[in-house]
């Protein structure tokens, strides 16, 4: 036998109806590439609904498209938590048993209803905490936000109004001799100006802070996703 065994549960009751089926509908990623804000150009149209055709063929062929391998990390976030949250809405059977402490919490052996609904719960509320923790990791999906993120783009604009997009306007006329010489630009950022120093500092550390909690769900995701590898079928 196996250490790892899968078992379904016996006489679980299982309906299916059309709201359940609506609940149930797919979203979030795909491979469509779509049309860029203002873009008129015809002959863009053409080449962009060309690439999309060759990404959607490449799909149904291999599984995987080079839109998805551009960005093997985006596409993991965007599609895993959605298959796992589809596992959990329609899963009919949960891993038993597993000889570490934690998975002894799911031993059910449907010896009982009681015991397989207490199972089934608990298997989902695993699938849950990987979903959850898969989504915290995303930049788009993760709940944690910077709470100086409008101080930050008002002080932007600002800058940009006044000095240029990259502070043109701050340089002297020595400078603009040395880089016309040089061939080098020098970019003045927020932080370069007295006014918009201490805004610039506090949004760049709450980015760090918000990058490191990322990254940690990320670990604990890999983690749980690493220990429940081979359960993650129906």
């Known amino acids: 036998m196996p250490e790892f065994q899968w078992f379904y549960t016996v006489c679980w009751r299982f ?11 797919k979203a979030g990623y795909s491979c469509v ?4 804000r203002g873009e008129y150009n015809p002959i863009k149209h053409i080449h962009r609904w060309g690439r999309n055709i060759k990404h959607a063929y490449q799909r149904i062929r291999y599984g995987y498209c080079d839109r998805d391998v551009w960005s093997i990390d985006w596409w993991f976030l965007n599609v895993v938590p959605n298959m796992l949250e589809d596992l959990k809405e329609t899963s009919h059977g949960y891993p038993s048993p597993l000889e570490d402490k934690e998975s002894k919490l799911i031993a059910g052996t449907c010896d009982s209803e009681e015991k397989d609904e207490k199972g089934m719960q608990q298997w989902k509320d ?8 898969f989504r915290e990791a995303n930049e788009d999906t993760c709940t ?5 993120d409008e101080e930050y783009n008002r002080a932007s604009e600002g800058f940009t109004n006044k000095y240029g997009c990259f502070g043109e306007r701050l ?3 020595e400078e603009k001799a040395e880089e016309k010489k040089s ?14 120093k201490d805004i610039s500092e506090k949004y ?17 995701g890999l983690d749980m996703f690493k220990k429940w590898f081979w359960a993650l079928w129906d």
Request: glycine share 4%; aromatic share 8%.
């Open 33 to 36: 590439e779509g049309r860029l």
């Open 144 to 148: 944690r936000k910077n709470p100086y």
């Open 15 to 25: 309906e299916v109806n059309m709201k359940d089926l609506k609940k149930n509908r």
């Open 183 to 196: 061939g080098m630009h020098k970019l003045y950022m927020l932080s370069d100006v007295p006014e918009y």
């Open 126 to 133: 695993i699938l849950s905490e990987m979903i959850f923790l």
């Open 204 to 220: 760049l550390d709450e980015e760090k802070k918000i990058r490191v909690y990322r990254d940690e769900c990320k670990d604990a």
């Open 171 to 173: 340089k002297t006329e």
